[in-house]
């Protein structure tokens, strides 16, 4: 009964206009390693946030009990105070700051109202041995590796003699040898007591590591299975997962036409002035009409950035070399207008941050980026706008109550379906999706998989950045994969597999 | 109430409760307005009231109003310009000068203007290209033309206008029709035609709205709306026909207003202005050139800067050393108690110029009850503060 370091009874957390979380129940064992997988947008997050405090007590439904208490927390600050330390995928250490210093933040060591920072840098020293990080303690994080700067995030953690580890995605952005090396590091902090939950979509990994496995989809608990007792396999976690055979998912297309190159891109090769660094190097890649390709990749590969470099986001990004071409012709695009203009455009795989003006509405966002189409003169015709912006509702089935509706307040996936609209008034002969079905439910998947059927066999071509695999694999016609900047192959259909994408997306490089 | 038969619409009552809980910001102002003019007319006897200081109050509100207007798409970008003030001191100066200098008014203005527009260059194109926050660019601002309005004056202090079209500006009135009696019949004219454009734009909106099957007020709501607005319009072109009429600031300050109201809600650059504000990212990335916008919009304050700098000169028929001091914050003010939001993206010129009436209301009547000026920034500040914090919270709720 009391075995159970946390339960969570019951929780139901409610945004406008989806219900992110609806009645969910996970218990975790005191000092077991527990996974939590589910697709994006399934409510992981959500829930992680819900214990942390960051959503805090009040604001969601349900109980939450810790150590055989029921805890109300209203802030991280509270959870931390238990030993509840979450490490999340974007990391929050700062940049600019010393390892010791990241380590000992928000908790400083004093000696009266002073920073101790002898004892600090001794202390730091020891929680690096603990993760097995050989580094100077005096060293800028911003120096540091992303496997290293995870190791940091573990020691801090440790500093404030943390209980239970929460680790959102913690090897998503991580090679091979780094991954294993935290998983490895798991292990041994299990052995002296320390819980962990950990977050991931790679599976290989959770069947590996995980005592007990927990699915979550659509923001309910599907099960929670033993993996110590009988061996799960993969293909189990996936059925329910996505609560359907995988066949299903991805729509097929009937007989599939290629017609010319239409869009090219040779010896790519960008720089970031802002880091300082080349982060794209002698990039080849086409797509033909009628074609969806897919880039494959983890975390950091470059996929984003090679999107953006196409579509001409100059000032963050600086074309070194390399040659672009839509329908053979050669192109620059000094500014997404541009790119626009020549019929290439970029569908953001951050809808809330760059793709979305999330205080206006539905007919606003459809219309932002061709209002020259609708300018008779010198005002805008607001009649023809609506009357647009009603057949797009109509046509990809976005669900809302009206055009009128603020696009904030929408799902995710009405959202994307929005930042779709907006792309195809433009009128492109080639879309670059850029993670199109991140953090959706997997019917507005659906539908936005047999969308970009349609588009294809309507002769537009598609270039598809994804991190779900599978969604790569079950929807492209040709697979590129990049790691580190460089594209590392290209797969027919066919040959695209799990196993051979994925050793492609890890292959790394030697920096000679 | 009468919606017990009838399921699926609804009665008036619920219907104007709706009305307010989607608007309550515009009425709270609309009422704050009413409140502050009727304190105001108490407390001075009826005297705040009368024809002749309304008159008083449009010429004295015309030179914040329309620098305000160009703060408010400033304020949408999430940008903010410090420098307004000076810039209108220092180019009502070189007004003064060049007018002293042999040259008539038709031809100082347009070269004032201008120069408002190279200021507008200059500060856009560090904000924009240079990437300097505006707070900074514009506190230097305040700085260099705080100093170039002090050279101005230097040799002369206080530079007296003695063109008569210029002070007509801000101080005279339109014309009458030759035939009229004692009352200004132009200006009730122009009342009449006001009234007719509303209505008439009401029912069009209405219709429109119609046509496609969006929500529409009930017909009550739309005709109380009409006669409201209608009496309102009504009894402000009473009040001036009984003086000398519509003054000639009012006429300026409506075409602005106008011209703008227009910019940001009828064309392609005003959906671009909100965009940026809402979202800058997500604008560059669905083609909006954000730095030519940014440019337009510095370049627009430093204009109706200029203009604001002309009303004010006008008004005192001088230019003088201290000119312009303290008109950001009226601007910035009259901006964010018209509704303008903190975090950028939404703003209305329409509001922000009923923000610049409460503001100038404010001065007008405590000048009149003879406050202190210390007490009056206090009670601006307040008001102000009290604005800001409602609109945050009205804003928060909603969500």
Request: charged share 20%; glycine share 10%; hydrophobic share 45%.
């Amino acid at each position: 009964m009391s075995d159970y370091i946390l339960e969570m009874q019951n929780i139901v957390k409610e945004f406008p206009g989806v219900k992110a979380l609806n009645n969910v129940d996970f218990k975790v064992k005191r000092g077991e390693i527990h996974c939590l997988v589910g697709e994006n947008g399934a409510g992981k997050s959500t829930l992680m946030k819900v214990l942390s405090g960051v959503y805090p007590y009040g604001t969601y439904d349900g109980n939450i009990i810790y150590n055989g208490n029921e805890k109300q927390f209203k802030s991280i600050a509270d959870s931390e105070q238990e030993g509840i330390a979450i490490i999340y995928q974007e990391l929050a250490l700062i940049p600019e700051l010393s390892v010791y210093e990241n380590i000992y933040f928000g908790h400083e060591l004093m000696e009266g109202k002073v920073i101790n920072w002898n004892q600090t840098i001794v202390s730091a020293q020891e929680m690096l041995k603990k993760v097995k990080l050989d580094v100077n303690p005096s060293i800028k994080v911003k120096d540091l590796s992303v496997g290293k700067r995870q190791l940091v995030e573990i020691a801090k953690a440790l500093s404030k003699n943390v209980k239970l580890l929460v680790l959102d995605e913690p090897t998503a952005a991580l090679n091979e040898d780094d991954s294993a090396n935290l998983l490895e590091l798991l292990r041994q902090l299990k052995l002296q007591g320390v819980t962990s939950i950990m977050i991931s979509h790679k599976l290989k990994e959770v069947v590996s590591i995980a005592d007990t496995i927990t699915v979550i989809r659509d923001g309910t608990t599907i099960c929670s299975m033993d993996a110590q007792e009988h061996k799960i396999t993969e293909h189990e976690i996936i059925k329910y997962m996505v609560g359907r055979e995988i066949e299903n998912i991805y729509p097929k297309r009937e007989n599939k036409k290629f017609g010319d190159v239409c869009f090219e891109i040779k010896n790519w090769t960008v720089r970031n002035p802002a880091l300082d660094r080349e982060i794209l190097h002698n990039v080849n890649l086409n797509v033909r009409r009628g074609e969806i390709i897919g880039i494959a990749g983890l975390m950091g590969a470059g996929r984003t950035e090679l999107a953006l470099s196409i579509f001409g986001n100059t000032p963050k990004y600086t074309i070194t070399s390399g040659d672009l071409y839509v329908d053979g012709q050669p192109k620059h695009f000094k500014h997404p207008k541009e790119a626009l203009k020549s019929g290439v455009a970029y569908v953001s795989e951050d809808r809330k941050g760059n793709g979305l003006i999330l205080i206006q509405d539905i007919k606003y966002n459809i219309s932002i980026a061709n209002l020259e189409q609708l300018t008779e003169g010198i005002s805008l015709n607001e009649n023809k706008e609506i009357t647009i912006a009603k057949e797009y509702q109509r046509s990809i089935n976005i669900k809302a109550p009206s055009i009128k509706q603020i696009v904030g307040n929408l799902s995710g996936g009405n959202q994307q379906k929005v930042a779709l609209a907006k792309f195809l008034f433009v009128g492109p002969k080639v879309l670059i999706l850029d993670e199109p079905t991140r953090g959706i439910d997997v019917g507005a998947k659906f539908e936005i998989y047999s969308l970009m059927n349609k588009l294809v066999e309507q002769g537009m071509s598609i270039i598809m950045i994804s991190s779900e695999l599978l969604e790569v694999l079950g929807m492209s016609d040709r697979v590129y994969v990049m790691s580190e900047g460089t594209i590392t192959g290209c797969l027919a259909a066919e040959e695209a597999t799990e196993q051979n994408v994925m050793a492609m997306a890890t292959r790394v490089e030697e920096v000679v | 109430m009468s919606n017990s038969n009838e399921t699926g619409k609804v009665g008036i009552g619920q219907e104007l409760l709706g009305l307010l809980k989607t608007n309550i910001r515009d009425y709270v102002m609309y009422i704050a307005l009413v409140v502050i003019f009727v304190i105001f007319s108490f407390m001075t006897k009826g005297l705040f009231l009368s024809p002749r200081n309304l008159s008083d109050l449009v010429n004295q509100a015309g030179y914040v109003a329309v620098i305000a207007i160009g703060m408010t798409v400033i304020l949408i970008i999430k940008h903010i310009d410090l420098s307004v003030g000076y810039v209108a001191g220092f180019l009502g100066a070189v007004a003064a000068i060049l007018m002293k200098n042999g040259l008539p008014a038709i031809v100082a203005i347009p070269i004032v203007l201008v120069c408002g527009i190279l200021i507008g260059v200059y500060q856009g194109t560090l904000v924009a290209k240079v990437g300097v926050p505006a707070f900074v660019v514009t506190l230097a601002g305040m700085f260099i033309f705080r100093g170039l309005l002090s050279l101005t004056t230097a040799g002369t202090g206080t530079i007296i206008i003695k063109d008569e079209a210029y002070k007509a500006i801000s101080n005279g009135y339109i014309p009458d029709i030759p035939i009229s009696g004692n009352v200004h019949l132009l200006t009730l004219l122009i009342g009449i035609i006001a009234i007719v454009l509303v209505v008439y734009s009401q029912i069009k909106t209405r219709n429109n709205l119609r046509k496609y099957n969006f929500e529409v007020s009930s017909m009550p709501i739309l005709i109380g709306k009409i006669v409201f607005l209608s009496a309102i319009i009504m009894y402000i072109m009473w009040i001036l026909a009984g003086y000398k009429g519509i003054p000639w600031t009012a006429v300026i300050v409506a075409i602005v207003l106008l011209i703008y109201n227009f910019i940001l809600n009828r064309t392609r650059l005003g959906r671009y202005i909100y965009g940026i504000g809402g979202n800058a990212e997500a604008a560059e990335l669905s083609g909006v050139n954000v730095q030519k916008i940014t440019m337009f919009a510095f370049c627009s304050v430093s204009m109706l800067s200029a203009l604001g700098g002309i009303l004010y000169s006008s008004r005192l028929a001088s230019a003088t050393p201290t000119a312009g001091t303290g008109f950001e914050l009226d601007a910035i003010a009259s901006s964010y108690i018209g509704g303008v939001s903190v975090n950028g993206g939404i703003g209305r010129v329409t509001n922000t110029i009923i923000g610049a009436f409460v503001i100038m209301s404010l001065t007008n009547g405590m000048n009149l009850m003879g406050i202190d000026i210390s007490y009056q920034y206090i009670v601006k500040g307040v008001i102000f503060i009290l604005a800001v914090a409602f609109d945050i919270i009205t804003r928060n709720k909603r969500k």
